[in-house]
Nanobody, 124 residues
Framework: QVQLVESGGGLVQAGDSLRLSCAAS????????MGWFRQAPGKEREFISA????????YYADSVKGRFTISRENAKNTVYLQMNILKPEDTAVYYC?????????????????WGQGTQVTVSS
């Protein structure tokens, strides 16, 4: 099993930037994708971005394309989410997830391991 720990959340103002980190441990050798999702109060968990653990493929939701960048550092078993030009509607708990599946990386059901989440709050 893979264990995931997110960090880097916080309270920022609109237009600011944050970088989230997700440190993976355990059986990371079977990981195909690492993904970021978020969940705002009263809303479903939504896909933000994903990256292939081996290779260069990345995926983004339309709502963050051009503002967020996902990257990884395999030597540290860490995935990052650089978030720029943050908006109040980006406020949510952000979750990191790991997938052993070659299915659609944009759906929650493709992921078998989840972190505990980190809160991001963007004030206007």
């Amino acid at each position: 099993q893979v264990q995931l720990v997110e960090s880097g959340g916080g309270l920022v103002q609109a237009g600011d930037s944050l970088r989230l980190s997700c440190a993976a441990s355990g059986r990371t050798s079977s990981t195909v994708y690492m993904g970021w999702f978020r969940q705002a109060p009263g809303k479903e968990r939504e896909f933000i971005s994903a990256i292939r653990w081996v290779g260069a493929s990345t995926y983004y939701a339309d709502s963050v394309k051009g503002r967020f960048t996902i990257s990884r550092e395999n030597a540290k078993n860490t995935v990052y989410l650089q978030m720029n030009i943050l908006k109040p509607e980006d406020t949510a708990v952000y979750y990191c997830a790991a997938s052993r599946s070659y299915g659609d990386p944009r759906v929650t059901t493709s992921y078998n391991a989840w972190g505990q989440g980190t809160q991001v709050t963007v004030s206007s």
